[in-house]
């Protein structure tokens, strides 16, 4: 795509760079620190079929350092030509790539290839930012780890299929740690949350 071309996409990102930067950060980062728990992340408009929370976290977190990868949905001119500008995260064809990925309700139920870090480097893993239509209305799963005093319910409207997902790429240190955007919230899931359903140990 030519830069001419690629102009034609672009919009506003942050009205304040530095600063909705910052405010993003420390939301997305609290989200981590209450898993479970809806954060505020209102500093950006949508992008596309992006929502608010879902653009504010890939202008808080990409640069030009970390390689995304984009569920089909997500990979339209616009989305690509604004990532560039405003964050000049390289996108990726191959999951292996990546230290982030960009999906969608459906992209959650296939986390295979994305890398869940290393033992010496679990740092290195990806982060997943999943974009859903609402932060509530799912059934009922008991989360308790770090950050959670005893137990927390959380309502997401995932698929069980992204939880035997996520078992499935968890050793702690490593794992897959995630945000979940709808409108302009956000929560996070850390590696060392524990899912609970029925008593039985999820994720």
């Known amino acids: 795509m030519s830069a001419a071309n690629n102009s034609q996409w672009l919009q506003a990102a942050f009205n304040d760079p530095v600063l909705d930067a910052q405010t993003s950060f420390r939301s997305a980062l609290k989200a981590l620190a209450e898993p479970g728990l809806a954060q505020p992340l209102n500093r950006a408009l949508a992008l596309g079929n992006l929502h608010p929370a879902t653009y504010a976290l890939c202008l808080a977190f990409l640069d030009g350092d970390t390689p995304l990868w984009l569920a089909p949905c997500f990979d339209t001119p616009a989305i690509r030509a604004n990532l560039s500008f405003h964050c000049g995260c390289p996108v990726v064809a191959e999951r292996e790539e990546a230290l982030f990925a960009l999906l969608d309700e459906a992209g959650a139920d296939d986390l295979s290839a994305f890398d869940n870090g290393s033992e010496r480097y679990p740092d290195q893993s990806c982060t997943l930012l999943i974009q859903l239509d609402t932060l509530t209305g799912g059934e009922q799963l008991r989360w308790r780890g770090p950050g959670i005093k005893d137990v927390r319910a959380v309502e997401l409207p995932l698929r069980?299929?992204?939880?035997?997902?996520?078992?499935?790429?968890?050793?702690?240190?490593?794992?897959?740690?995630?945000?979940?955007?709808?409108?302009?919230?956000?929560?996070?899931?850390?590696?060392?949350?524990?899912?609970?359903?029925?008593?039985?140990?999820?994720?």
């Open 160 to 203: 069980p299929r992204f939880w035997q997902q996520r078992q499935a790429r968890s050793a702690f240190p490593r794992g897959l740690d995630a945000f979940f955007a709808a409108g302009e919230q956000v929560i996070g899931l850390p590696r060392s949350t524990h899912v609970l359903l029925n008593a039985e140990e999820a994720a």
